[in-house]
């Protein structure tokens, strides 16, 4: 196997940053390559190994070097999802090609990440309702929450309007502490924290207060008109179709809106069907609503939330199988 030497100089970062207190940082990548050998002296790094192994490791250091420069900060989480390469969350750059949707809190840059994450950016500019379908942390709802918020900036709407069923999802939320609002926040919550990633507080405040952004359960839509607004319905596999119904019905001639779901998590009584399911195979015809269907491939959360994923579908086709085995 041939060994390959290669000699970087480190220059214009703190290389304790960089390297981590007693190398805990280059201890990551020690770890993960344990073909190589890294050592460092001041602004020298020597990586030594076999050459594709040797490559790899420059690489990473190179995008290390890169990501501390821009961001002035270097996590050893950032390090290990570098490493792990397939989570398109690993770079915290802003790669040439992607449209900046909204600049959030402290210069934060929010941006679409994957492929299927810039058809639902460029959906919404070309339909009035779209579906955005797909397992846990594919950025539906972020996104979502960006495009509204980069909507009310541009005043091409007046308000946000962001929603979800408040359905049980094994507590009881009629035991649960406090009064209404206090029961119902927490199921609004996650609206709340993509808000505040690109709100100031201060100024979120005074959105809410003053209702240009509302957040509140779906059964507060009824009997309303919701115009010149930009609608999130969020974890919409927990409505039920008549829900649906009442919620797509209250749309204003000036109303965009995102329906948010993920059809694997569905936690309505076992005998009440999706609201989400079912709309969007009824409805998905009509021009002007479309459905975009997100994967375990657009997961930017944890790198491990993709192999949770898989490990969970795969575990699904297997059963499937026995079941319909066992029948036979």
Do not use: W
């Amino acid at each position: 196997m041939t060994q390959s030497e290669i000699v970087l100089t480190i220059e214009n970062v703190d290389h304790l940053t960089l390297y981590g207190e007693n190398n805990t940082k280059l201890n990551v990548l020690r770890k993960a390559f344990p073909q190589t050998s890294i050592s460092s002296r001041g602004s020298l790094l020597r990586i030594t190994g076999d050459k594709k192994s040797a490559q790899e490791v420059k690489a990473k250091i190179e995008m290390m070097v890169k990501i501390l420069r821009e961001k002035n900060e270097l996590t050893i989480q950032t390090i290990e999802d570098l490493i792990h390469g397939s989570n398109p969350y690993v770079s915290t750059l802003i790669p040439e090609n992607k449209t900046v949707l909204v600049h959030g809190r402290e210069g934060k840059v929010i941006y679409a990440k994957t492929k299927n994450q810039i058809r639902l950016v460029n959906a919404i500019e070309e339909n009035d309702v779209v579906f955005a379908i797909g397992p846990a942390g594919t950025g539906k709802t972020y996104t979502a929450v960006a495009l509204a918020v980069r909507a009310l900036k541009n005043r091409s709407v007046k308000k946000i309007i962001l929603t979800r069923p408040a359905v049980e999802a094994g507590e009881s939320l009629g035991f649960l502490p406090g009064d209404l609002k206090e029961k119902i926040d927490p199921y609004l919550r996650p609206l709340y924290d993509a808000l505040d990633d690109m709100i100031p507080a201060e100024k979120l405040a005074q959105y809410i207060e003053s209702r240009i952004i509302e957040i509140a359960p779906l059964a507060f839509m009824r009997g309303r008109t919701l115009d010149n607004a930009f609608i999130i319905l969020d974890e919409a596999q927990n409505s039920t179709s008549l829900q649906m119904k009442m919620f797509l019905t209250r749309l204003g001639p000036s109303a965009k809106c995102i329906i948010t779901g993920d059809l694997s998590q569905i936690d309505l009584p076992y005998h009440q069907s999706s609201g989400l399911k079912h709309a969007s195979k009824i409805l998905n015809r009509i021009h002007g609503i479309t459905t975009i269907e997100l994967s375990i491939d657009d997961v930017v959360r944890h790198r491990l939330v993709k192999e949770i994923l898989k490990a969970y579908d795969d575990n699904h086709v297997k059963r499937t199988k026995t079941e319909k085995s066992e029948e036979e």
